[in-house]
């Protein structure tokens, strides 16, 4: 199994620009996170799917910040605008249910300038 | 409310000595329990998990963690570490009841010393 897929892994943007950020699940997982790491506030979990529906995006730090998952392989994680305090590391993670244990993938390091 | 609690930021220890990194957490309902490591530049992985049964759970690397409902702890025990083991180490639990929680501790930074 390839694991969790994100991409891009590095992303260098200039403030204003639209960012997407791409999540492939492990095959058969029907949960699926999306988190933001920086220094300063460490993991926080931005939304939860479950079975490509969302169920808890209160961690989504403002309007700017979209995410979809048109189907149980793909999720996307949207900025538009962006701004430079939205770099960060970006991880993605799958599980089979929200209660166990979690994949990540490598994670997608966003630099708005 | 849920939550999770890594007392110590970092970890300094020589190579070979032991090691514990602290958790606790609180929660009304029964939970699940987990750490996980993070190698620089990498995602998350999982070390160990308890669900329920044994409180004495093994997991990779050598890793063990003791849950303990009573003082509502889950400490992560290494008997000797390798330089390798320098990492950054994550606490998370899970509630099994309500409204759905997955949370994850600040980390704990572990520095192996030659």
């Known amino acids: 199994d390839a694991g969790v897929i994100q991409s891009p892994r590095h992303e260098v943007t200039e403030m204003g620009q639209e960012v997407t950020l791409r999540c492939k699940p492990i095959?058969?997982?029907?949960?699926l996170f999306w988190y933001r790491q920086t220094m300063m506030r460490g993991l926080e979990l931005l939304i939860y799917f479950n079975n490509n529906v969302p169920i808890d995006d209160s961690g989504m730090p403002e309007d700017r910040f979209s995410a979809k998952m048109p189907n149980a392989s793909f999720s996307t994680l949207k900025i538009q605008p962006s701004e430079p305090r939205d770099s960060a590391v970006y991880f993605c993670?799958?599980?089979?249910?929200?209660?166990?244990?979690?994949?990540f993938g490598p994670g997608t390091r966003l630099t708005v300038l | 409310a849920q939550s999770v609690t890594q007392l110590d930021s970092q970890v300094p220890v020589f190579e070979e000595a032991p090691v514990e990194l602290r958790c606790n957490y609180s929660s009304s309902v029964s939970v699940y329990l987990f750490w996980y490591v993070q190698y620089p530049n990498q995602g998350l992985q999982l070390l160990l998990k308890?669900?329920?049964?044994?409180?004495l759970v093994k997991g990779i690397n050598g890793f063990e963690a003791e849950f303990n409902k009573s003082q509502t702890s889950f400490h992560l025990r290494k008997p000797s570490v390798h330089i390798s083991d320098t990492a950054e180490y994550f606490c998370?639990?899970?509630?099994?009841?309500?409204?759905?929680?997955?949370?994850f501790g600040t980390g704990t930074r572990l520095k192996v010393l030659a």
């Open positions: 095959s058969g997982h029907n949960s």
């Open positions: 993670a799958s599980s089979l249910g929200p209660y166990n244990e979690q994949f």
């Open positions: 308890y669900l329920s049964g044994s409180t």
């Open positions: 998370a639990v899970t509630r099994l009841s309500g409204t759905y929680k997955y949370i």
